[in-house]
């Protein structure tokens, strides 16, 4: 197992901490209908900072964690996109990216060679799924920082609202990584929540604190139709 560090760029629901830790401890974040084994290497990241990334967050799809839409990141459509960056190993990112993708962590995994290589062209299409499509998007104290997307574009798809337990870790993690206040978060969620099929702006559902903190405390709610 790889000692080499990157930083992982989470613009989605992992940039709340907890959630992450469900990547790499194992476990089920509040809200979500799905336990997650954890990363060969435990291990929660000592470092992680807000960043800012050039291009666009939409919704899309259909989660089979949270219900609705879930984020993408288009790096070549204009924008700018609020992210936290954890410093993180090799194997760790390569297991996130995996349970991303709803399969069980592998040692022979063949994305860690290629991490280890470096990214050709500063992208890689390490398989055709909606997380599969990795990006350099710079670099921090001489390490690469890398996120995950689709293969598609904000323009290429329908666009589909995202559940209120979703956007409540992404709430979540913009406050812990931003320091954004409740304001903050609604202003960008505007922002970058579309119409359904259409692309248009429209009004986000409810992210409310108090909602999250009810689901963490009903361990019934989790196994709701999300």
Do not use: C, K
């Not at 930083?7 to 989605?12: C, I, P």
């Not at 901490?17 to 990547?23: E, K, P």
């Not at 993408?72 to 204009?78: C, E, L, N, V």
């Not at 992210?83 to 399969?103: G, L, P, W």
């Amino acid at each position: 197992m790889s000692t080499t560090d990157l930083w992982y760029v989470s613009y989605g629901s992992n940039m709340s901490r907890r959630r992450l830790g469900s990547y790499i401890e194992g476990g089920r974040p509040p809200g979500s209908a799905v336990t997650y084994v954890g990363a060969r290497d435990t291990t929660m990241p000592l470092a992680d900072m807000a960043v800012t990334l050039p291009g666009s967050l939409y919704f899309a799809g259909e989660s089979r964690t949270w219900g609705g839409g879930v984020a993408f990141y288009d790096h070549d459509s204009p924008g700018a996109t609020a992210a936290r960056a954890y410093r993180v190993t090799v194997s760790q990112f390569v297991d996130i990216a995996a349970q991303e993708m709803h399969r069980i962590p592998d040692p022979g995994d063949p994305l860690e060679a290629v991490l280890l290589n470096g990214l050709d062209g500063a992208r890689h299409q390490a398989g055709p799924g909606v997380y599969e499509t990795l990006i350099e998007v710079g670099r921090h104290d001489g390490l690469p920082m890398l996120t995950f997307t689709a293969p598609h574009g904000l323009t290429s798809v329908p666009h589909t609202a995202p559940r209120p337990a979703y956007l409540a870790m992404l709430a979540e993690g913009l406050r812990e990584a931003h320091g954004w206040d409740e304001e903050q978060i609604a202003e960008y969620f505007a922002t970058v929540i579309r119409g359904e099929g259409d692309g248009g702006l429209t009004a986000p559902p409810s992210h409310d604190r108090a909602a999250l903190d009810r689901m963490t405390e009903d361990p019934d709610f989790a196994g709701g139709p999300w």
